[in-house]
């Protein structure tokens, strides 16, 4: 293979190939958090905008050069909200969001308040890649809840969640089910997962007075559409 | 070998300790006690991390090589090659043959597109590397369609072939800003690439251990203590590779040396901030210095090389041998005896012979000794990673607790139920009732009045 000599040549096909790079960087929500669980989740934080900072300093300074400093790096911009409410006009849902954890027994919290919805806050914030964790009451000790009518969302339905700076992520139901409330496949529903997704789970089936527990757990799957 | 005793020997100086670690907070049946680098399924994400992230690191720089019409290409490509036999037998211990010799393929033809771009960018031949790139865009529909009847699970496998074609754009980025001459984007773009890869394998590795959790003990390939790991997989292993890298630059005199350095630099300054985040800031300091030195000395090895100053050479070696003893030290320290100091001055002499063998072979023009060495000293830092990692684990259990829930929310309060009502809330009915009854009685008594 003959030697190559890098000079402009290549320099419009790179101009043309700009448009198929571009993207936008996005509000991002990346307010420290208080849980001692979030503190490596907040040093790797800080250790990612350093190494934007210097990215954006040092592409300053390569300004001059005739080449490729106005084409950004692709990278997988998907960056997590700090969820603050939830929208869903397929059951008339608006609601504030609280952020819980992990109870002393090992469950996940549950909200306050039952107009209100909780994020599983120790797991994933809506948007990053990962399953990120919504739970709201079905009824309270009289009257149906602000998940009352989850049942009845269709693939295809949407949920807006608003974080902390505005920005409002868009998820979508493609899946629902139901498992026994001991019984539930919780890696897939808290675990890893490359795509960005957001669970949303309230009780459902008997209620046993023994257990003061509904039998089952309604899992609604949705994924980040924008 | 070295890397078979730094694996052996700690973790058995951290299961010493354990015990003390164990707390009983992360006690719940069927699920993980503690937290742990070192299970089943973070084996299988760390092998991952380790062949995906070769990939990359290999494909970029023989694209580079190709272009350049360098006498190594062929040793590197066949370096890409080796990493790519790798990979599918790795496919096929969990999918079976099969499925390993159809990822082969599938792998194989995608390092070939790029081939044909590298030629047609080569030959500046417009019309091939668009072919090239056309081929290069189906390849995430025959990725995902392979994916998902492996993970039978369609949205994971849409989404990991996103991931692969976000890789594909990547290399083609990384390639296109290094022969356009803007070096500094494409040692950028190299480590974003590499990066990028080990989301992949976080991804694919989760996927696979949900799929046959048994085969993994029912074990979790993403944890915090996981991510640990992880990281220190990336950063460890890129350091090997962009140091295998300068040093050829340095002794090429090439027009990248600087950028390839800067990116050695740049990985540095990541590596120390993960050490100060465990450690404080005044160690991640510290390590930073030591890390730095030792880089410098191979720096001076490389100019001595140049100048064939064989009294410069010897210097050079003996300030990495000072560098190993003191470094040693300092994270034996650091993990409070748990990488002891002669296990990882074992580990880092090895680290420097292989760095100083794949370099004197690439002066001596043996190729097909450099790539091989360049290969293991990739692969050396993922013992380091390990047990560097498991240290750090074990001194602070509490910083890497599990984060998922034992148990399902209880998400109801039985009001709507159908069959009684709840204790609770006939409770809650009967005081209802009793202050009704309350504010009846008391407004009749101020009408009386």
Not at chain 1, 111 to 127: I, L, R
Not at chain 1, 147 to 174: C, P, R, S
Not at chain 2, 390 to 395: K, S
Request: charged share 25%; with cysteine.
């Amino acid at each position: 293979m003959k030697r190559f000599s890098f000079l402009t040549s290549f320099a419009i096909l790179i101009l043309l190939l700009t448009g198929c790079m571009s993207q936008s960087p996005g509000a991002e929500d990346n307010q420290m958090k208080p849980s001692s669980n979030a503190e490596e989740k907040t040093d790797e934080e800080a250790a990612d905008n350093k190494t934007k900072s210097n990215e954006s300093k040092e592409s300053a300074e390569s300004a001059e050069k005739l080449s490729t400093e106005d084409i950004e790096i692709i990278k997988d911009n998907r960056k997590g909200i700090n969820p603050v409410t939830i929208d869903i006009p397929a059951i008339d849902v608006k609601a504030d969001i609280e952020h819980v954890g992990k109870l002393p027994d090992g469950r996940m919290g549950v909200p306050d308040n039952t107009d209100n919805v909780a994020w599983y806050e120790p797991g994933t914030k809506p948007g990053d890649p990962g399953n990120a964790v919504i739970a709201g009451h079905v009824d309270d000790l009289t009257s149906p809840a602000v998940f009352y009518n989850l049942h009845k969302l269709e693939k295809g339905d949407k949920i807006h969640v608003k974080g902390k700076k505005g920005k409002t992520l868009t998820f979508e139901v493609y899946k629902k089910k139901i498992f026994p409330r001991l019984d539930a496949p919780l890696l897939d529903i808290f675990g890893f997962t490359y795509a960005s997704t957001l669970n949303l789970i309230t009780c459902t089936g008997e209620y046993n007075p023994e257990t003061t527990e509904r039998a089952d757990r309604l899992v609604v799957y949705t994924k980040l559409v924008q | 070998m070295n890397i078979k005793k730094t694996l052996v020997a700690v973790p058995l100086s951290f299961s010493l300790l354990l015990p003390v670690a164990a707390n009983t907070t992360f006690a719940h049946e069927g699920h993980e006690h503690k937290p742990t680098v070192t299970n089943p399924a973070v084996d299988l994400r760390t092998t991952l991390d380790k062949l995906l992230g070769e990939h990359v690191y290999l494909a970029v720089e023989t694209m580079r090589k190709g272009v350049d019409g360098a006498p190594d290409f062929e040793q590197s490509a066949a370096a890409l090659q080796a990493n790519t036999e790798d990979l599918s037998a790795a496919i096929a211990s969990v999918y079976g043959d099969e499925a390993g010799q159809k990822f082969k393929d599938m792998w194989s033809a995608h390092i070939g597109f790029f081939v044909d771009y590298v030629k047609g960018t080569a030959s500046e031949d417009e019309a091939a590397k668009k072919a090239a790139l056309d081929e290069l865009a189906q390849y995430k529909e025959d990725f995902s369609n392979f994916l998902s009847t492996a993970t039978d699970e369609r949205l994971e496998a849409d989404a990991l072939a996103e991931g692969l074609q976000m890789h594909v754009d990547q290399l083609i980025g990384a390639f296109n800003a290094y022969v356009a001459g803007d070096f500094e984007k494409a040692y950028k773009y190299e480590r974003e690439a590499i990066h990028h890869m080990y989301m992949v394998s976080k991804g694919l590795s989760s996927a696979i251990v949900q799929q046959f959790p048994e085969k993994f003990e029912n074990t979790k390939a993403v944890t915090p203590a996981a991510d640990l790991r992880s990281n220190l997989n990336y950063l460890l292993s890129e350091h090997a590779g962009l140091a295998a890298m300068a040093m050829q630059n340095g002794i090429e005199g090439s027009e990248d040396f600087e950028a390839s350095a800067a990116a050695l630099a740049a990985n540095t300054e990541d590596l120390s901030a993960a050490i100060g985040s465990v450690y404080g800031e005044e160690a991640g300091q510290k390590f930073k210095d030591m890390w730095s030195a030792h880089i410098g000395n191979f720096v001076d090895y490389v100019k001595a090389t140049g100048a064939k100053d064989e009294d410069a050479k010897k210097a050079a070696l003996d300030a990495l041998a000072e560098y190993k003893k003191n470094f040693s030290e300092f994270i034996s320290t650091a993990t409070e005896g748990r990488v002891p100091a002669d296990v990882l001055a074992e580990g880092l002499q090895m680290h420097v012979e292989q760095l100083v063998k794949a370099f004197d072979t690439y002066v001596a023009e043996d190729y097909a000794t450099t790539y091989p060495t360049i290969r293991e000293a990739y692969a050396h830092m993922f013992g380091t990673s390990k047990a560097l990692s498991g240290a750090i684990v074990a001194q602070f259990p509490d910083k890497f607790a599990g984060e998922m829930p034992d148990e399902m929310p209880k998400t109801g309060m039985g009001g709507t139920a159908d069959q009684g009502m709840s204790t609770e809330a006939m409770i809650l009915a009967g005081l209802t009732a009793m202050m009704a009854a309350a504010i009846v009685v008391s407004r009749r008594l101020s009408k009386q009045k």
